[in-house]
């Protein structure tokens, strides 16, 4: 098994990032936010409970996952939750909806070799919803 790339992150500390700029320039690049963001707003098109799969996904995708030119995968995805939420959910259903989760970055996995910007986390004590049965 192959090793998994280095983050940007990783190859700026060690220095390779410096060394070699030009070999690493495309995904310099598509880290970089040049687009505008998906947006909360659901397709006209989509029906009451389509709109609420789609507000869904958006908020459960991390901060700057999602762009603009994402907008026809996440529409492709939303009728897919739909579907297999729905009565007539097929076993090829569910193998489509784990693909396109993947392609999105939406699961775990997935989601770790993507190079994402990383975000500061806030105090855990401030926003802790547990502590009220402290």
Known sequence: MPTPRKTLAQLAASGTLAKNV???????AST???TKPI???????FTRTERGVWAEVVKSAPP???????????????????????????????SVL??????????PVDRMRMDLPSFPTSNPE?????????
Do not use: Q
């Open 64 to 94: 700057g996952l999602l762009h603009r030119s994402d907008r026809l995968a996440v529409e492709v995805l939303v009728k897919m939750i739909g579907r297999v939420r729905g009565p007539d959910a097929k076993t090829s259903d569910f």
């Open 39 to 45: 947006g909360n707003i659901a397709p006209r098109h």
């Open 22 to 28: 030009g070999r690493y320039k495309k995904r310099i």
């Open 32 to 34: 970089c936010p040049t």
């Open 98 to 107: 784990s693909n396109l989760l993947g392609r999105l970055g939406l699961n």
């Open 126 to 134: 401030e926003h802790d919803d547990w502590a009220v049965f402290d």
